[in-house]
């Protein structure tokens, strides 16, 4: 299925395509990342980028480390009290929101119903490739089809 750009939406193997994913479970994040590191338009607009991202869920105790180093993500369950440059926390409802409902994270942010802790001034630096970026990571997700 092709996105905004006219990229490819990729799928890790068929045989991942036909069994649905547990939406935020490591194997949906771990999905998905490999995918965005497949996908030719990912990596090079985040080559050159360093960060470490986590992102909560308040009421399901899962957490997800996502690391970005020279363009590509790698995924791991986060531990308790683990730093990171950048921090989301919302309940799993609203994740579902951005996921499945195509509802934009930054606005999500701007509302407080997804909580942001970390270095404004460094997002606003990466916040440009972040927002180019936003939909074609949240298609990637959809196109997964994962199980709410």
Not at 49 to 54: E, H, P
Not at 63 to 89: C, H, N
């Amino acid at each position: 299925m092709p996105t905004i750009d006219g990229s490819v939406l990729l799928r890790v193997s068929e045989g991942d395509a036909a069994r649905p994913l547990k939406f935020w479970s490591e194997e949906f994040f771990q999905s998905a990342s490999d995918a965005l590191n497949k996908s030719p338009v990912f990596s090079p607009i985040f080559k050159g980028m360093r960060t470490n991202i986590i992102a909560e869920s308040t009421d399901t105790a899962a957490s997800f480390t996502i690391q970005i180093k020279e363009g590509l993500i790698s995924v791991r369950s986060a531990t308790q009290g683990e730093p990171a440059d950048f921090r989301f926390t919302a309940p799993y409802s609203e994740w579902v929101a951005v996921v499945r409902d195509g509802v934009q994270l930054r606005g999500e942010v701007v509302k407080g119903k997804v909580k942001f802790r970390g270095s404004m001034p460094m997002m606003l630096l990466m916040l440009g490739k972040v927002s180019k970026m936003e939909e074609e990571i949240v298609a990637q997700m959809r196109s997964m089809n994962p199980e709410y």
